[in-house]
Each structure stands twice: as C-alpha cells, then as structure tokens.
C-alpha cells in the first residue's frame, strides 16, 4: 500500500524567506505527482503537476521536483508571503483506478 | 468553467437518517472520485469510477454508496448515519489516469449529531 509522508507537519517562517517541503512516498511505481494547496475550510487547489517522466515543474515563486527512485518530491516557495499561508498537500496517482494517495500535509504560516 | 460542483455545502443529519451527497463535473472527465477528510487522518478515498458504468470501492468505503448516474455525475449515499461519518466531504474528477491533473470541489462539510 502506497505510504505519503510530508515533513515537517507544521512550519513558521518570517516573510521573504525561500522554503522547502518535503514528501515521500514508498512505492515508485507513480504515475504521476501533484502539489494542492487547501486554505482553513475551503477546497483544494492544484498547485503543480509532475509526470513520472519529468523531474521539476514551475510556477510563478513555486517550483516542485520529482525524484521518482528516491521517492522524494519537494515544493520550493521564494520569497514567501503572507498570502502563503495555508497547508500544502502531496498526493501521487496509485494504481486503484488511478486515485490519489495523500499524505497528511505541511500547514504552513508567513509571518508579516 | 463551474468545474467540480458539489451540493450540499453543509448538512446536519441526527443519526439513522440518510442522505446523498451530489457530485457533478463539466469538463467531460472519465473519472470520479469520493474522499473524506478528517484532522489528522488526511484525505482518504471512500469510492470511485474510473469509467461510466463502473464503481470499485476504496480505503474507507463502509457506511457508504455510490451511484455514477452517467458521465458527469457521481453521487454518494449514507444510509443510516453516524457520528463518526461526521467529515469534510470532497469529490474529484480526472480526464483518465490523472494525466492532466485532478480537480476537485469545493467540499461538503457533514455533521452527524
């Protein structure tokens, strides 16, 4: 069964700062990686994408990689605003019909 | 572009009641998914369709239907509710095989009391 993990669980950082968030997961056999972002009691937001094939996508200050081997993926944020704010969620496509799998998230906060 | 559209956005039932919570999608997805989600557990997959016409259960699927009323729908029944089926409901929906990415609604938020 197909185990995500994200670390840290919870992160605080001053604003402008750049930052990393983890996730790994145990089976490599991925179709695909995808990086959602949920703000307190609303839906989730895809962020990026990333095919089994391709190692980063980018977006704006958001920049995600894949190492499909390892079992790692990360979301780099620059210069980290405010705004940021919310918890970030990693799922990778299983096999089950193609459902994701999630891990747990990272919550994160930008301070002013 | 409606997306993913989910109704009820909230709901109280008293336990023993039922109640389907709807689901469509405009975007001419072939697969539908229901997760639920609860503080600590993450989300985790109740059922799914990957096609029109089929339905396969997934981690949590007890207490639970389904019904993929045609290609842009996908509803999920409680029979006979529980408190510890009080959640945070979200549908998804994929072209095929998540290529493109999932996309997911707005969510129902569910108390049983």
């Known amino acids: 069964k197909q185990e995500v993990t994200q670390i840290p669980a919870a992160l605080s950082v001053p604003e402008g700062e750049n930052l990393v968030l983890n996730c790994s997961f145990t089976?490599?056999?991925?179709?695909?990686l995808q990086w959602f972002r949920q703000d307190p009691g609303k839906g989730l937001t895809s962020l990026l994408l990333?095919?089994?094939?391709?190692r980063e996508q980018t977006s704006g200050r958001l920049n995600a990689s894949l190492d499909k081997s390892s079992g790692r993926s990360t979301l780099y944020i620059a210069a980290s605003q405010p705004g940021d704010s919310a918890t970030y969620l990693c799922?990778?496509?299983?096999?089950?019909?193609?459902?994701?799998?999630f891990g747990k998230g990272t919550s994160l906060l930008v301070t002013p | 572009n409606a997306g993913v559209t989910q109704t009820p956005k909230f709901q109280v039932l008293k336990t023993g009641q039922s109640m389907t919570l709807q689901c469509a999608q405009d975007?001419?997805?072939?697969?539908m998914y229901w997760y639920r989600q609860d503080p600590g557990m993450g989300l985790r997959l109740i059922y799914y369709?990957?096609?029109?016409?089929?339905?396969d259960k997934g981690e949590v699927p007890n207490g639970y239907n389904v019904s993929r009323l045609n290609k842009r729908e996908f509803s999920l029944r409680l029979e006979s509710a529980a408190p510890s089926q009080t959640s945070v409901y979200f549908c998804?929906?994929?072209?095929?095989?998540?290529?493109?990415?999932?996309?997911f609604g707005s969510g129902t938020r569910l108390t049983v009391v």
């Open positions: 998804a929906s994929t072209l095929t095989g998540g290529v493109y990415g999932y996309t």
């Open positions: 089976d490599s056999a991925i179709y695909n």
């Open positions: 990333i095919q089994s094939s391709q």
């Open positions: 799922a990778v496509t299983g096999d089950s019909g193609y459902a994701l799998n």
């Open positions: 975007m001419n997805h072939n697969s």
């Open positions: 369709s990957a096609s029109e016409g089929t339905t």
